[in-house]
């Protein structure tokens, strides 16, 4: 091996966090992921934010989010996660709760949840996938 090759992968060592080693090096992290799906909500995008559940919910009023899926006139959705952390033994983990601060805007108001999301490695390893959710309102 040559010295910058060794140096590559000395350089992609340190940058993989071992946290996300489940899905295939250079996916979105478990937090991108939802922030795109919680943007997908926004703009009611119901195939792209069903498609970020391993298995999407049939019915939005039964769904682990279902609070923030029936808001009505959503105008702004804002998600803050915190790092996640993992809910298996596994090395890497293959189910990681990632927790979250969500704040909705809407015609009626401001609302707040606080809760996680539980992730897990797509059939395909290539991405993570919502396996659940749990949301509570938040008051101020």
């Known amino acids: 091996m040559t010295e910058a090759a060794s140096e590559a992968a000395s350089v992609d060592a340190i940058t993989i ?7 295939a ?10 922030n795109r799906y919680m943007l997908d909500l926004l703009n009611q995008n119901k ?17 682990d989010d279902a609070v923030l899926r029936l808001l009505p006139d959503v105008r702004n959705l804002r998600l803050d996660s915190d790092v996640a952390v993992p809910r298996d033994d596994g090395q890497p983990p ?9 704040r909705a805007v809407t015609a009626e108001g401001t609302f707040r949840y606080h809760g996680w999301y539980r992730v897990q490695p797509s ?16 008051l101020d």
């Open 94 to 102: 293959r189910l990681l709760q990632v927790p979250v601060k969500i």
């Open 47 to 63: 195939a792209r934010s069903d498609a970020a559940w391993a298995y999407a919910p049939a019915d939005p009023r039964h769904a």
């Open 123 to 138: 059939a395909d390893g290539r991405a993570w996938q919502i396996q659940s959710a749990s949301l509570q309102p938040t």
């Open 25 to 34: 090096i250079g996916s979105e992290s478990p937090a991108a992921m939802l």
């Open 17 to 23: 966090d071992p946290l996300y080693g489940a899905v």
